[in-house]
């Protein structure tokens, strides 16, 4: 079993349509990150969190500690936040990454 | 830009060759990883510095694989007597580490390599 599971693997919606991307781990953690990859490789990090929710533009994170589970939500999609997306957890000085959530939002 | 570079972006090598790729951290930052990611899989992590000393390295690191950051700035990853299962992107990720609470990494744009 990966230590970052991630849900769903694949996900397309309709531009408009609230989404919600779900990560569960099962080790301890020093912070949560949620993560945006394009096609061609470039990782931009959205949100570093160890408690409680953020919130940037239409993106907002969560995360519960005592379950191990964080939420990624997308307010009003938009065909430009088709990614992935990948939830990774820092673990001592490294971060350990789930296998990430394809996201395709069409017009 | 002041972002994190990686040169080359692609490599195409026959097996056996060796491979060197270069990282250009953020200029500030301390600390510097290499990643590997593989087609459909989040990025693995393969070793880091802490200015230039190498903190720790992954047991996917084979005997194949080196690292420097002879400076503390640029770091390089060299692979020796590739094989064709070293396919992958390779990602370098930089950061201010200033205590114990995390980090956001920045990511540079990767280098891809393909061992035919």
């Known amino acids: 079993k990966n230590e970052v599971e991630q849900s769903p693997q694949n996900l397309t919606a309709q531009e408009g349509e609230f989404i919600t991307i779900n990560c569960s781990y099962s080790v301890g953690i020093s912070a949560l990150h949620w993560l945006q990859q394009h096609p061609g490789g470039g990782i931009v990090s959205l949100f570093m969190l160890s408690s409680g929710k953020k919130k940037h533009g239409r993106l907002i994170a969560t995360i519960n500690i005592q379950e191990k589970h964080s939420s990624l939500h997308i307010t009003a999609s938009h065909p430009r936040d088709s990614a992935v997306y990948i939830c990774?957890?820092?673990?001592?000085?490294?971060?350990?990454f789930g296998t990430g959530t394809r996201l395709q939002v069409f017009p | 830009d002041t972002g994190v570079s990686q040169d080359p972006r692609h490599k195409i090598t026959k097996r056996g060759q060796n491979v060197t790729f270069r990282c250009d951290p953020i200029s500030e930052h301390n600390r510097l990883y290499w990643y590997r990611q593989t087609l459909g899989q989040g990025p693995e992590f393969l070793t880091y510095?802490?200015?230039?000393?190498?903190?720790?390295k992954s047991r996917l690191l084979s005997d194949r694989f080196s690292a420097e950051r002879p400076k503390g700035s640029f770091s390089t990853l060299e692979i020796q007597r590739t094989e064709q299962g070293d396919s992958a992107m390779y990602l370098c990720?930089?950061?201010?580490?200033?205590?114990?609470?995390?980090?956001?990494?920045?990511f540079g744009p990767g280098t891809r390599l393909l061992v035919l």
């Open positions: 990774a957890v820092g673990r001592g000085d490294k971060l350990i």
């Open positions: 990720a930089s950061s201010l580490v200033l205590g114990p609470q995390g980090e956001t990494q920045y």
């Open positions: 510095f802490q200015n230039e000393a190498q903190l720790e």
